[in-house]
């Protein structure tokens, strides 16, 4: 994808004031404008040439482009066979949105909405911003000469320290907050309508509370019942308080995937053509498949699944009769009232027990974690909220080591690999093919293990409910995004230069002024690529649609099979949508410095939205349902 060249030659400050004594000698341009333009075409063939292939794609192969019209339960509408009928998701209503995909869905629909609403409406003071910038004329320095070029003009760069023409970048920063806070304030009105709608149309789903730490008194589930039905006569429905399974969930996972196994041994078996042999396995085989006698695979697997079927029934057998019991519950009551009446009291003398919190919707509880009191998860959380404090200040040191030694000279100095020079040397270009690769791709896969790791850091922290993981996990994410892309790049983009400015606290702001301004080209085109590259291919969903397809030809042997490598999995919102919040502070951050930036983030926004939409509708699953509180 074209990001073009934003680092050049000249002046450390693009905001000095026209009477200064002394020329810079180097600064930051903020991008050519040639550069700048191939790249936004250059991106926007890319973006049209996917949605095309997407749109002719999605009508021959419907299972990987809309999975969710082949399941029996909440099918959406019909997508119009035409080359654009996909465009028809814009013609539903929230409600069908809501009753479709769940109001966690929703909700990020409407911060998509608020994104495209509030920069559109500031595109206009954006277009007034730049025709004031444009116009004001070069600030010149004392020899006359003028460095303000391309993209610059444009931008606060060209507006002279002290001019008049400053108070109108100050009066619209108070306008754009201004627009800000009132889409805020009316997407946060539609969505409390909603959420209304929400809760009436599900009030079984919200009148339970967890409650942690339970007493010897209150630790079975008789004993919790009459504790809370004592608290609130005639009030309570229902109350549970799970047995410790041990490693009766591991045997059961064993169990499936013995069956699986099975099925597909058994339908191979069933389509050998003759001369072949019945499939076969090893028995007693080490890690290493090392030793063993080799024997017939289906009779192998039946006297596993025996075995693991008579283990699991000794196992339910044990837990009936002698069950030990976790120290969280579940109370139900009559009435959604009583439940966050519940939620919002204390139920104990003793400090620290009977701790509740709102436990809504079933699927949306994680009960791994009933098994953790409170000072395990204090103890837990003040490591992990430690380990994701160095983790976004230091992750450019580990990335920065692994990218060193992906290169050409670190991996011919290890014992074995001397044949690399060898090999490189005989192409220039595949030589600096691989020095140029190697390292993004040490790159890629650091950012595609991180949001792996704020999910489990988050579950590590013993919350109780999926929606409240992924939330954490997201927060995490959107720190680690404005420490390391947007404060980092603000650093590089030459405030180490200034710091020799630096005379006092009051002196920050000062540097600060001077810093932004240099990366705002870069963070404009930042947004172009994440809108007219990310997006798009999300949509063209390639990934998928070669994997189901080698599933399908070579490895899917039942119907099984077959209908789980084409099922719609979850919608991992967590992954996303803190680079999606983060475009928020850029534009609010740099619509009065680089006004240029407000259409892309309009563009970013609008396709997101149209995207999501489609995917949201025809694509994913949702697994659970947070009544819109992620």
């Known amino acids: 994808i074209c990001l073009p060249r934003v680092f050049g030659q000249g002046s450390s400050n693009p905001l000095r004031p026209p009477d200064e004594s002394a020329r810079p000698a180097a600064r930051f341009s903020m991008a050519g404008t040639s550069a700048f333009v191939v790249a936004i075409v250059i991106n926007s063939i890319i973006a049209i040439v996917v949605l095309l292939l997407f749109s002719y794609l999605r009508r021959r192969n419907p299972r990987i482009y809309a999975p969710r019209r082949f399941l029996a339960d909440q099918t959406p509408p019909e997508v119009p066979e035409k080359f654009l009928g996909w465009l028809n998701v814009l013609s539903f209503t929230h409600e069908e949105v809501a009753d479709h995909c769940g109001m966690d869905t929703l909700a990020i629909l409407l911060f998509f909405r608020f994104g495209l609403r509030t920069f559109l409406q ?20 004392t020899d006359g000469s003028c460095d303000v070029e391309g993209l610059d003009v444009i931008s606060l760069a060209n507006i002279a320290d002290r001019s008049d023409r400053m ?13 800000g806070i009132y889409e805020l304030y009316a997407t946060y009105a539609l969505f409390v309508k909603y959420r209304y709608r929400y809760l009436q149309r599900n009030p079984h789903l919200h009148r339970a509370v967890i ?4 007493p010897p008194t209150a630790e079975t589930t008789p004993a919790l019942k009459s504790k809370f039905e004592q608290m609130y006569p005639g ?41 072949k042999e019945r499939l076969t396995a090893k028995a007693g085989a080490t890690l290493w498949c090392i030793g063993g006698t080799v024997r017939d695979k289906e009779e192998l697997l039946r006297e596993q699944l025996e075995e693991l079927n008579t283990k699991i029934a000794a196992k339910q057998t044990a837990l009936k009769s002698d069950p030990q019991y976790l120290p969280t519950g579940v109370v139900s009551f009559a009435t959604m009232e009583l439940a966050m009446t519940a939620s919002q009291t204390e139920h104990a003398v003793q400090p620290l027990t009977m701790a ?32 994701t404090s160095l983790l976004v200040v230091f992750w450019a040191i ?36 691989l020095e140029g690769f190697l390292p993004t791709l040490a790159l890629i896969i650091f950012m595609a293990i991180l949001p792996m790791i704020c999910l489990a850091l988050s579950r590590a922290e013993c919350r109780v409910l999926h929606s409240d993981i992924q939330h954490a996990a997201v927060r995490k994410l959107y720190a680690f995004y404005v420490v390391n892309v947007f404060l980092v790049s603000i650093v590089a983009g030459s405030l180490f230069d200034s710091l020799s400015e630096f005379t006092s606290i009051g002196s920050v702001f000062t540097l600060l002024g001077q810093s932004i301004p240099k990366t705002g080209t870069f963070f404009t085109n930042y947004i172009m690529i994440l809108a007219l590259s990310a997006y798009p291919m999300q949509l063209l969903r390639i990934g998928p649609l070669i994997v189901v397809w080698i599933k399908k030809k ?20 967590w992954v996303k949508m803190p680079v999606e919040i983060l475009v928020v502070l850029l534009g609010f951050t740099y619509v009065s410095v680089s006004p240029i930036v407000v259409p892309f983030a309009v563009i970013f926004y609008g396709l997101g939205y149209i995207t999501y939409r489609y995917l949201a509708m025809y694509v994913f699953m949702p697994t659970s349902d947070g009544g819109g509180l992620i």
């Not at 277009?127 to 004031?132: T, V």
């Not at 409650?211 to 339970?214: C, H, R, W």
């Not at 699927?363 to 380990?387: E, G, K, M, Q």
């Open 167 to 179: 108070w109108a970048h100050a009066i619209f920063a108070f306008v754009v907050n201004g627009i």
């Open 122 to 141: 500031m595109a206009v003071v954006a277009a007034i911003m730049m025709l004031i910038n444009g116009t004001a004329g070069c600030p010149s320095y």
């Open 356 to 387: 509740t919190t709102l436990a809504g919707e079933p699927r949306d509880i994680y009960w791994d974690n009933f098994i953790h009191r409170f000072p395990h998860r204090s103890i837990r959380h003040i490591l992990i909220v430690a380990f």
């Open 554 to 573: 070579w490895l899917c042997k039942t119907v099984r099979e077959v209908r789980d490598a084409w099922a719609p999995g979850p919608w991992a919102y």
């Open 398 to 433: 580990p990335v920065t080591f692994v990218a060193s030694l992906t290169t050409l000279s670190a991996l011919s100095s290890i014992n074995g690999l001397g044949w690399i020079d060898s090999v490189v040397s005989l192409s220039p270009v595949l030589k600096g093919f």
């Open 211 to 214: 409650v942690q730490d339970l």
């Open 235 to 275: 009030g309570v429905a229902d109350a549970f308080v799970p047995v410790n399974l041990g490693d009766l969930g591991k045997l059961l996972a064993t169990r499936d995937q013995t069956v699986r196994a099975l099925e597909h041994t058994l339908a191979v078996n069933a389509n050998l053509k003759p001369g």
